[in-house]
């Protein structure tokens, strides 16, 4: 699904958050490759489960036919520096609930780039009737956390150390929803 492209000002800094399109495949596999270098935030290592230029087409020719997929992207002087998707589900019992996924780049944080995703993926999911947004952050993205429970999502469970990470220790996941009525 498509949304309209929405300007934002923070700090300063202009950036646009829109659909994702075709013809920016090829940054969007570099940004994803770059992000998850950057953070531990993330579910992968730098490099894992890499997505070239074709995989984005697919997944964006994919999102952008599918009425409960939406893929964002966030633009800075015309270079994406995040993005934001929703998934949902095609099957009847899940048909009403979309996991929410964001990714920003380092240099870009506090301009409230994903927040601004979360706040239109959270606009488009409630216009079209989805109930319930989910979501997996690491327990120790305070800042996350704190956001995601501005916005309506309650913590609904902890998946105990679910994640190994380069200090060698173990980390809980927090699983979070919204539920719309």
């Not at 927040?115 to 952050?137: F, P, Q, R």
Request: proline letters at 0%.
């Amino acid at each position: 699904m498509k949304i309209n492209k929405q300007e934002f000002h923070s700090k300063g800094l202009i950036y646009t958050i829109q659909s994702a399109t075709a013809r920016e495949s090829e940054a969007l596999s570099y940004l994803r490759a770059q992000i998850d270098g950057e953070t531990e935030n993330m579910d992968r290592e730098k490099g894992e489960a890499f997505m070239d230029a074709y995989a984005f087409e697919k997944l964006i020719h994919s999102d952008t036919a599918s009425s409960s997929n939406l893929f964002l992207v966030a633009i800075v002087k015309e270079r994406i520096v995040g993005y934001s998707r929703c998934e949902g589900i095609n099957l009847k019992r899940f048909h009403h609930k979309v996991e929410f996924g964001v990714g920003v780049l380092k240099d870009f944080w506090g301009y409230s780039i994903g927040k601004n995703l979360l706040i239109e993926s959270i606009s488009w999911a409630d216009s079209i009737g989805i109930k319930k947004m989910t979501l997996n952050v690491l327990e120790t993205n305070q800042k996350a956390i704190d956001l995601y429970k501005r916005y309506g999502f309650e913590v609904e469970g902890i998946l105990k150390k679910d994640r190994y990470l380069s200090d060698g220790k173990f980390y809980s996941t927090v699983v979070m929803g919204r539920s719309h009525d």
